[in-house]
């Protein structure tokens, strides 16, 4: 098999991983920031507000890469995912918005307005991305060009949504923990209680997709059968999810922002496990499974591509760590 595109394989997954891991504290912080009284809700923008346009660098990071790197792959996803990545793009620009407007105007009917736009920026693209992931994982309709073959409606079902709602409560369980890292007294108790209804939610939804997944989609399951040792993967996860409600319940914030955090990770590793080699895999009889050989660039160009990212990563990484050292401590209501 091919090592260059094995190896970006992994390492478009790790961007993708880091994006979701960073912006999803922003994102949810956002999704909460709806259910906090009007008065907390500038220290929970205040939260984000030095993070967020850094921490979407990873996003578009990995989205690159995916397009320079697996160009069928890229133009079959967004070939069905069109509409919907559009709706990304406008959440996250209503996100940024809002997180910059809001304090502009005095005014109630402003900043409602804004408070909303927030939240609704911060909802739309995790569930998305999670629809995204749960297609992916089922498998989707192509031509025999390579390209999406069914329908929007098509997109959505009771395994994608709730692949979705996956995602939005990972992203909220994440933001709940950063909240209760970032504030302290009234606000930092109820960022852990936040954390332990949404991580319970949360660790329902992993089961749930689960056991749909072994259902609807054998072929995910194909390289836990050949390297049983993999199955301790999806496992760890199960423990991990397991153990944040305990953790929101002692208010042990920092242990509890870890796991979620590795909660992260393991459902990033979980995925792509389950799916490698295939990018996108061919629901139907016509067309074929986009695969890492298949759907691959020249080995030049993914050479040259490893050689910039071996330059241009660290840069990306240094920065975000010397962000995180500027900005670190607790937030409150000056």
């Not at 749960?134 to 025999?144: E, H, S």
């Not at 995602?167 to 923990?177: D, E, K, N, R």
């Not at 970032?182 to 319970?200: D, H, M, N, Q």
């Not at 397991?242 to 242990?255: Q, T």
Request: charged share 10%; aromatic share 14%.
């Amino acid at each position: 098999m091919n090592v260059l595109a094995t190896t970006w394989f992994v390492l478009i997954g790790l961007m993708f991983t880091t994006y979701a891991i960073l912006d999803g504290f922003d994102l949810g912080v956002g999704i909460l920031s709806l259910f906090a009284p009007k008065h907390e809700r500038r220290i929970l923008r205040q939260a984000i507000a030095p993070f967020w346009d850094g921490n979407e660098v990873w996003l578009l990071a990995g989205g690159a890469s995916l397009f320079a790197a697996f160009p069928p792959a890229y133009a079959a996803v967004f070939s069905g995912f069109y509409l919907p990545v559009m709706g990304v793009v406008f959440a996250l620009i209503l996100r940024a918005v809002s997180l910059e407007f809001s304090e502009a105007v005095p005014g109630r009917v402003w900043r409602v307005f804004w408070d909303i736009g927030l939240f609704i920026g911060s909802i739309v693209p995790p569930l998305v991305f999670g629809v995204a992931v749960g297609n992916l994982l089922k498998g989707v309709p192509l031509n025999t060009s390579g390209f999406y073959a069914g329908t929007l409606a098509g997109l959505f079902s009771h395994y994608t949504v709730a692949a979705g709602l996956l995602a939005v409560m990972m992203f909220a369980t994440q933001g709940a923990l950063w909240l209760a890292l970032k504030t302290g007294g009234v606000l930092r108790r109820k960022a852990t209680g936040w954390a332990f209804y949404t991580s319970l939610v949360y660790l329902v939804l992993f089961i749930d997709l689960t056991v749909w997944s072994v259902l609807i989609s054998p072929h995910i399951s194909i390289n836990f059968r050949i390297h049983p040792y993999l199955f301790l993967v999806p496992l760890s996860g199960f423990a991990t999810l397991a153990a944040i409600p305990f953790l929101a319940v002692k208010r042990r914030a920092g242990v509890g922002f870890a796991a979620s955090t590795l909660s992260i990770v393991i459902m990033m590793a979980t995925f792509g496990i389950s799916v490698f080699p295939n990018l996108v895999f061919q629901l139907g009889h016509y067309g074929k499974s986009l695969k890492i050989t298949n759907a691959a660039s020249s080995e030049k160009t993914l050479f040259i591509m490893l050689v910039l990212a071996a330059i241009g990563l660290p840069l990306v990484l240094i920065s975000t760590v010397y962000l995180y050292r500027v900005f670190r401590g607790k937030v409150g209501k000056d």
